[in-house]
């Protein structure tokens, strides 16, 4: 099975002091039929970079 998903790099301030989330985008390979069997991932070059406050609950 193939999916992707977003693996949080680091966290930063941009100039006005707001943190955001450096995110890096894998593929997800799993061994299985579902999302919960053993595999492994593969890092990709796409990045991006969003506010903090999109990905959690302050």
């Known amino acids: 099975m193939e999916d ?3 693996r ?3 966290v930063v ?3 006005q002091g ?3 989330v ?3 985008r894998v593929k997800v390979y799993t061994q299985g039929r579902d999302a919960e069997s053993a595999g492994y991932t593969k890092p990709e ?3 991006r970079l969003i506010p903090m406050k999109d990905v959690v609950e302050l």
């Open 18 to 20: 707001e943190p955001h």
């Open 13 to 15: 301030e941009n100039k």
């Open 22 to 24: 450096l995110q890096q």
């Open 4 to 6: 992707e998903a977003w």
């Open 45 to 47: 070059m796409k990045h």
């Open 8 to 10: 949080t790099v680091t």
